[in-house]
């Protein structure tokens, strides 16, 4: 165990305690403990090779997802943690670009909805690559400059869109989820036994620097037998993996760019939390599996008639310089069901954040944007110091 993690505050549960720990500034905390599978270092005795279905996923089919073929994949488990499966990095070289540049060039775009249409008007929010695109290139590492709109980018809603408010999914509020996206779950949630997994509903988490994510429960989508898909690009983090009650110690681990995870069975509502984004050393390189990248492997993704250019690549390759991009693709509802009625609905359909830290998230955005109060928004936040948060 790191340094400094005994202390713990009368009343403050064990997950919190570690959030803290990790969402540290100054001193920055030892990630030591920081279980990382693609080193093979981690839990001592609690990692476990996970079993996939090779023959779900035919080496064509995940070829034109930019993946490798599943006899390839390096996946783990964690003992006491059943339905949990870590994929380290499965993506071909170049595989990443493609993901990379839809979650900036593409899903932001309507009918997608995203935090900037919060306060901003539908011209403002339109085409946000286009008007982003040029500045971003073109920036030095000057934290004058002013933020592009990609920069301001906090999250985009696929398919039903999650609603921060209610924290609901609703059938009113739904658009057609990506055909790329939903092909590339299909093919992870088959190779880990769920062939009839549906991508239903997206939420794309784009991370800076100074970002964190609260300590929730994904719990709102209808049918949780159906598995949670997460997928992680650029700049890794540290991820927290609670139990089911918060005052069950987390265990702390890397997310590195291309890392795939997906939570089922027992472990589809555990408490979770991104604590801290972790950059390259020196702050001004790319993941490796990034800048090794051929771009134009990313060709062999027939999935889309928008191949990534080298000149696209050029604004995705800057914009992770300082950031993180985090795809979650969900099945809402279970198989052949719809929504229920109203006066059907149960109690728990709550995205369960206990964001109960940062009360003072109505406060101003350190861009100039208004703060969202905490109800409007995810748990995504930044933070300069320990207490001070920001909420897109
Ligand atoms: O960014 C991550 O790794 C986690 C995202 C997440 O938990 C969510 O969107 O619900
Ligand atoms: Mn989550």
Not at 300 to 313: A, M
């Amino acid at each position: 165990m790191a340094a400094g993690l005994s202390v713990r505050e009368p009343g403050e549960d064990a997950f919190r305690k570690l959030f803290k720990f990790y969402r540290r500034r100054n001193p920055a905390p030892d990630l030591s403990a920081v279980t990382d599978f693609s080193q093979n270092r981690g839990t001592e005795g609690k990692v476990l090779d996970a079993q996939l279905s090779v023959s779900a996923v035919s080496t064509q089919d995940a070829r034109k997802a930019g993946l490798q073929p599943v006899s390839e994949w390096k996946a783990y488990g964690l003992e006491g943690y059943p339905g949990f499966i870590f994929i380290s990095n499965p993506f071909l070289p170049g595989g990443q670009c493609h993901w990379v540049k839809q979650c900036l060039k593409t899903y932001p775009q309507k009918p997608n909805v995203c935090n900037l249409d919060l306060h901003m008007g539908a011209g403002e929010t339109s085409d946000l690559w286009g008007k982003s695109k040029e500045q971003l290139r073109h920036k030095g590492s000057g934290r004058q400059e002013p933020k592009t709109l990609l920069e301001k980018l906090r999250w985009v809603t696929l398919g039903f869109h999650y609603n921060w408010d209610t924290k609901k999914y609703s059938p009113e509020h739904h658009t057609a989820f990506p055909i790329d996206l939903a092909f590339l779950s299909r093919q992870v949630a088959a190779a880990c036994g769920f062939p009839r997994f549906k991508a239903e509903a997206g939420i794309l988490n784009y991370y800076h620097l100074d970002s964190s994510l609260g300590i929730h429960v994904d719990e709102s989508e209808l049918d949780h037998s159906c598995p949670l898909l997460s997928f992680s690009f650029g700049q890794s983090s540290v991820f927290l993996l609670g139990g089911l009650r918060r005052d069950e110690a987390p265990i702390p681990m890397f997310m590195h760019s291309g890392d795939i995870m997906v939570m089922s069975g027992v472990s589809r509502l555990l408490y979770h939390a991104v604590p801290r984004i972790v950059p390259c050393p020196g702050g001004t390189t790319l993941p490796s599996c990034l800048s090794q990248m051929a771009f134009h492997n990313s060709a062999t993704i027939s999935l889309s008639s928008d191949p990534c250019t080298p000149e696209d690549w050029e604004v995705c390759s800057k914009y992770l310089l300082n950031s993180r991009i985090n795809m979650t693709v969900r099945q809402v509802l279970g198989p052949g069901r719809t929504f229920p009625a109203e006066s059907e609905e149960g109690h728990g359909a709550v995205r369960g954040y206990e964001g109960s830290y940062h009360p003072d998230s109505d406060e101003e955005h350190n861009d100039g944007t208004a703060k969202r109060p905490k109800k409007n928004g995810s748990n995504l936040e930044s933070s300069e110091s320990d207490m001070s948060s920001i909420t897109h």
